[in-house]
C-alpha cells in the first residue's frame, strides 16, 4: 500500500546474512590457532542470520508464563516457553557454550568464551542459564558424590526441557538461588532453614526472592543449618521420578532479559544435598559467582560489539545530509569511539580468559585472574549502558523501536551491572582480593607494564598509593577500579591494538577527563581510519 502514496527509499537493508565471528577482527584474532575456529564459524553464521535474529526476537517478545497448576488441579510448576526460546536453547547447548570450558583438551576457557561471546551477540537471556550451567561445573566438582552421575548429563552438549529425572533426560541444566527479600548482596541474612530427618537427609523451608531459569534441572542454593549458612544442592527431580517441592510463586516482571524467566520460589520440606562444609556456603558458592562473573565480562564485551554492529550497519547505509552518515566526521568520530571501546573490552575479556587457561599451572596467572575478574565486571558494566544509549542514538528514531535489536540490547544493558554483585559491592570484594594478596597488585603493574609505557605505569603507582591508605580505600574504590581496568585496557590496546588505535585510547580514556563518545582529538582521516578497522565485512 506504500507504493499508493511513496517509494520507500534510504533505509537501510535488515542487518542479516553476515558472519558474527569472521567480521569481527578481535574475535578472530582471539580465537588465533585454536581448535575452536570452525565451530565459531558455524555458530558466526547462525549468529548472523535472519533465522536467528528473528527467534531472539520471538523468544523476547512472547515472553514465558508461570504455570502452577495442570488442568486437573495438580501443582506442577512449570514455566511455559515460546518454541523460538527452545529452538535458542537447542543450538546453544548443542553447541556446547556452556561446557566447551570443561571438555575442550586445551585453552577451554577461551575457545568456550569465543563462543559465548558469539551467543551474546545474538540473545542474552538464554545466556544466563546458560552461564548457570557453565559455571555450576566448577560447584558440582565440590561435591564429587553427585557430579558424579550429574556431569556427564550437564556436560551433554543436549539440551532437553523435559521434566524428568536427570538420569532420564539427554543433557541437565543448573540454576543458583541465593537472594533472599531481605538480602541478596547480605547473603548472611539467609534465613532459609535446613533442616535434618531421623534418616540423616536434609529438608529446607523458605523463600528465594530471585531465581532466574527456574525450569532448570537442579539448583546451588544457600540455607541455615546450625553451623551458619551452608551450601546445598537441590534437583528439582527426585531419584523415585517424583518432583522435589519447589513452588514457583511468580515470575518477575523485567525491564529486560525477557525471553528468561525469573522466579520467586518457595521451598517446603524439599530434599537437599549439602556442597563444601556445613557453615561455610557463601565461601562455597563464591567460587560459582567467581565462573558467572566472568562470563559476564565477555557477555558485555559481545554486547558493546553487537550495539556497534547494529549503529556501524545503519551508519553505512543511511544518508543525510547528502552523504553517508558514516563520511560525516562527526559520525565517523562516535563510531570510532565506540569502536575503541568495543575493542578495549574486548581484549580484556580475552586477556581473562587466558588468565583462566593458565591458572591451573600458573600461580602468577591464577593470582591475576582471582583480581582482574572484579575489577573487569565493574568497569565493563558501568560503560556498557552508556554504549547502548550512544549505539541507539546512532540509529535515530529506528533504534528507539522494538523492531530494533538495540531496544531490547538497551534493557539489557543495566542488568550485568546488577547480578552476580552488584558495582559497590564488586568493588569491595576487589578491594579484599588485593588487601589479602599484595602480590596481585604487583602483577596488575607488570602487566601494564608489559606496554612500555611510562605513563601507564605511573597510574598504577597512583593506585598503590590510593589503596595503601584503609581509611581511605572504601570510598575511593570506584576511582581506583575504573583507573586498574583502563591501565589495563590501554596496555592491551598498545600490544594488540594497532598505533592510532591505541594512542586514541590512552589520549581519551586517561589522559583526557571523561567525555561523551564522538569527543576523540583526532583528524577525520585517523578516525576513518578507525572506523575502516571496525567495519563489517559484508
Ligand atoms: C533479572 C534478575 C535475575 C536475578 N536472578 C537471580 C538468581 O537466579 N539467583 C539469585 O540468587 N539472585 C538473582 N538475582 C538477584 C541479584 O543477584 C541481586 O538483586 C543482587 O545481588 C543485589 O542484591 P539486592 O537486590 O538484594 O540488593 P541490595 O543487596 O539491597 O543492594 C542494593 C544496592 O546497595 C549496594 N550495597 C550493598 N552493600 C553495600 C555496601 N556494603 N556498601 C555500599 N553499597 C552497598 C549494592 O551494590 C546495590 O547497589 C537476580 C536479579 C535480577 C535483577
Not at 551452608?230 to 518432583?243: A, E, I, K
Not at 593506585?463 to 574504590?477: H, N
Request: charged fraction near 20%.
Amino acid at each position: 500500500m506504500n507504493d499508493a502514496t511513496h517509494e520507500v527509499t534510504n533505509q537501510p537493508p535488515p542487518h542479516a546474512g553476515y558472519n558474527a565471528f569472521t567480521s569481527n577482527p578481535w574475535l578472530v584474532a582471539a580465537a588465533g590457532d585454536l581448535a575452536v575456529a570452525p565451530a565459531a564459524k558455524a555458530l558466526g553464521d547462525y549468529v548472523g542470520s535472519a533465522e536467528a535474529q528473528e527467534l531472539a526476537r520471538d523468544a523476547n517478545r512472547h515472553e514465558p508464563a508461570l504455570r502452577t497448576h495442570d488442568r486437573y488441579g495438580h501443582r506442577i510448576d512449570e514455566v511455559e516457553f515460546h518454541p523460538a526460546y527452545h529452538a535458542l536453547m537447542a543450538k546453544a547447548y548443542g553447541a556446547g557454550v556452556h561446557s566447551l570450558a570443561w571438555t575442550a583438551p586445551r585453552d577451554g576457557f577461551t575457545s568456550r568464551a569465543v563462543l559465548f561471546y558469539l551467543w551474546n551477540v545474538l540473545e542474552q537471556g538464554t545466556a544466563c542459564p546458560v552461564t548457570m550451567t557453565f559455571a555450576g561445573v566448577q560447584m558440582l566438582r565440590q561435591a564429587p558424590d553427585i557430579a558424579r552421575s550429574w556431569e556427564p548429563k550437564v556436560l551433554a552438549n543436549a539440551y532437553d526441557p523435559r521434566p524428568l529425572p536427570h538420569t532420564a533426560k539427554r543433557g541437565a541444566t543448573l540454576g543458583m538461588a541465593m537472594t533472599e527479600k531481605q538480602g541478596g548482596s547480605d547473603l548472611r541474612q539467609v534465613q532459609t532453614r535446613a533442616d535434618v530427618t531421623a534418616a540423616g537427609e536434609y529438608r529446607l523451608t523458605g523463600h528465594k526472592w530471585f531465581c532466574s531459569a527456574p525450569m532448570s534441572d537442579a539448583f546451588f542454593t544457600l540455607a541455615r543449618l546450625p553451623e551458619g549458612v551452608t551450601c546445598f544442592f537441590v534437583p528439582r527431580s527426585l531419584p523415585d521420578g517424583t518432583r522435589n517441592p519447589f513452588f514457583i510463586q511468580r515470575l518477575k516482571d523485567k525491564c529486560g532479559n525477557r525471553s528468561n524467566a525469573s522466579s520467586e520460589i518457595e521451598y517446603r520440606d524439599t530434599a537437599a544435598w549439602p556442597v563444601g562444609e556445613p557453615g561455610r556456603g557463601i565461601a562455597t558458592l563464591i567460587n560459582m559467582a567467581h565462573h558467572t562473573r566472568f562470563d559476564i565480562v565477555v557477555a558485555v564485551a559481545s554486547m558493546m560489539r553487537a550495539a556497534l554492529n547494529q549503529a556501524l550497519h545503519h551508519a553505512s547505509h543511511r544518508e543525510a545530509f547528502g552523504k553517508k552518515l558514516v563520511e560525516h566526521p562527526l559520525m565517523a568520530n562516535v563510531l570510532a569511539d565506540l569502536a575503541l571501546e568495543a575493542e578495549a573490552a574486548t581484549l580484556l575479556a580475552f586477556r581473562l580468559a587466558a588468565a583462566f587457561d593458565s591458572a591451573k599451572n600458573d600461580a602468577g596467572e591464577r593470582e591475576l585472574q582471582r583480581a582482574l575478574t572484579p575489577i573487569a565486571k565493574y568497569w565493563l558494566c558501568k560503560r556498557m549502558t552508556a554504549v547502548a544509549t550512544e549505539a541507539m542514538e546512532c540509529i535515530g528514531g529506528n533504534g528507539y523501536v522494538e523492531e530494533s535489536p538495540l531496544a531490547r540490547l538497551f534493557r539489557e544493558a543495566p542488568l550485568n551491572g546488577i547480578w552476580e554483585g552488584s558495582a559497590n559491592v564488586i568493588c569491595l570484594d576487589a578491594l579484599r582480593a588485593l588487601a589479602k594478596s599484595p602480590e596481585a597488585l604487583k602483577l596488575l603493574t607488570e602487566e601494564v607494564a608489559k606496554a612500555g609505557e611510562p605513563r601507564l605505569h605511573q597510574r598504577m603507582a597512583g593506585v598503590r598509593k590510593m589503596l595503601a591508605d584503609p581509611a581511605t580505600a572504601e570510598a575511593g574504590a570506584r576511582r581506583a577500579l575504573e583507573t586498574i581496568a583502563l591501565t589495563v585496557q590501554a596496555s592491551l590496546m598498545r600490544r594488540y591494538g594497532d598505533a592510532a588505535a591505541a594512542d586514541a585510547f590512552i589520549e581519551s580514556r586517561l589522559e583526557d577527563s571523561v567525555r561523551a563518545f564522538g569527543a576523540l582529538p583526532l583528524e577525520t582521516a585517523t578516525l576513518n581510519s578507525l572506523v575502516g578497522r571496525a567495519r563489517l565485512a559484508t
